[in-house]
């Protein structure tokens, strides 16, 4: 068993990809398997500049769920496994080959065929750490409502746990990725940034932070 526990600390025991690690408290998942000396996991995002892949699947007792390691402390007993990465988006398309927002609805039918044939299961939503109405965002967006859709979908770090739980592969993942990309394509953006691109438009910075001279 690897020991992480500092002198004096009350040592959690769990299960990290087999290992029997002995972490602090206060650690969550993926501290207690740097510190415990679990060997790197592939897929750990934080660590390659991708939010949202630290999917694990965890066990309590007879309890299965998913949850990501980042976001979950260690208790005594459990056992977490590091699950792989998410697979390579399936789901091809440009933005720019949008010409007007009059088609949206066809060519979203055309790039996620599988939306329309939700069965309601309820999986995604169980399945989702960051406590998003996943269902119900995939029916506006096969509503063709993709702005309210796209706002559902806000909080996505793009874990992509939806998308394994889906058992009619929609990808709601990637359709909340869409429904964000395409409203912020066909709108204006925040007026609180155009209004701070203009001011500094108008007076530019130098690199050292000073307003340069005119
Ligand atoms: S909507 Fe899907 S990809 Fe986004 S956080 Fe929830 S489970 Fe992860
Ligand atoms: S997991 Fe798939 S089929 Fe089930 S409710 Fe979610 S989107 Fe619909």
Same mark, same amino acid.
């Given at each position: 068993m690897t020991d992480s526990t500092a002198p004096g600390g009350q040592a959690v025991e769990l299960?990290?990809?087999?290992?029997a690690v002995r972490a602090e408290p206060h650690m969550t998942?993926?501290?207690?398997?740097?510190?415990?000396?679990?060997p790197r996991v592939t897929g750990v995002g934080c660590l390659e500049g991708v939010c949202g892949s630290c999917r694990i699947l965890l066990r309590r007792g007879q309890d299965v769920s998913v949850a990501l390691a980042c976001e979950t402390f260690a208790e005594p007993g459990i056992e977490a496994l590091f699950l792989p990465p998410p697979a390579a988006a399936r789901?091809?398309?440009?933005? &720019?080959? !949008?010409?007007?927002?009059?088609?949206i609805q066809a060519r979203f039918q055309e790039i996620f065929p599988e939306a329309v044939r939700c069965r309601h299961c309820?999986?995604?939503v169980r399945s989702c750490p960051k406590g998003i109405v996943v269902e119900e965002g995939i029916a506006l967006a096969a509503a063709g409502r993709f702005r309210e859709a796209g706002e559902a979908f806000l909080e996505c770090v793009m874990c992509e746990l939806c998308d394994s739980a889906c058992p009619e592969q929609i990808a709601p993942a990637h359709v909340g990725l869409f429904c964000r990309r395409i &409203?912020? !394509?066909?709108?204006?953006?925040?007026?609180?940034?155009?209004?701070?691109?203009?001011?500094?438009?108008?007076?530019?910075?130098?690199s050292s932070g000073d307003k340069e001279s005119a």
């Open positions: 299960v990290i990809n087999g290992i998942i993926v501290e207690a398997a740097w510190a415990g000396g679990v789901h091809q398309y440009e933005l &720019t080959d !949008f010409t007007d927002g009059w088609d309820h999986g995604c &409203t912020a !394509f066909f709108h204006l953006r925040p007026p609180n940034l155009i209004h701070r691109l203009e001011e500094l438009r108008q007076e530019p910075f130098s």
